[in-house]
């Protein structure tokens, strides 16, 4: 399983990107893993942002994004997205989308990450 962000840039405070994650499978059927949103702004340990149910029923978000951004699938097209609305200079870093968390919450694939700037 390979995972893919893209949809990074520069944006102005209280403005809005989607972040796009492709999950391809190499040799074999696709299958349908909850996926998560990380982030790592510089300096800074990765976070938990957001996280999707395989089947898109079930969201939970960090409190410092709440209400702002928007987690979401289209199993379908094996991609996942995030909606971030409301930017604030602190939602700078690098974000990363990763897949099919173990009983301990711990993340199996991950994607190269995609940087967004959220200028003041």
């Known amino acids: 399983v390979q995972l893919q962000a893209s949809g990074g840039g520069s944006v102005q405070a209280g403005g809005s990107l989607t972040l796009s994650c492709t999950a391809t499978?190499?040799?074999?059927?696709?299958?349908?893993?909850?996926t998560g949103w990380f982030r790592q702004a510089p300096g800074k340990e990765r976070e938990f942002v957001a996280t999707?149910?395989?089947?898109?029923?079930?969201?939970f978000y960090a409190d410092s994004v709440e209400a702002r951004f928007t987690i979401s699938r289209d199993n379908a097209k094996n991609m996942a997205y995030l909606r971030m609305d409301n930017l604030k200079p602190e939602d700078t870093a690098t974000y990363y989308c990763?897949?099919?968390?173990?009983?301990?919450?711990?993340?199996?694939?991950w994607g190269q990450g995609t940087l967004v700037t959220v200028s003041s």
């Open positions: 999707i149910s395989w089947n898109g029923k079930a969201t």
């Open positions: 990763a897949a099919d968390p173990d009983e301990a919450g711990r993340y199996i694939y």
């Open positions: 499978f190499s040799g074999r059927s696709s299958i349908h893993f909850a």
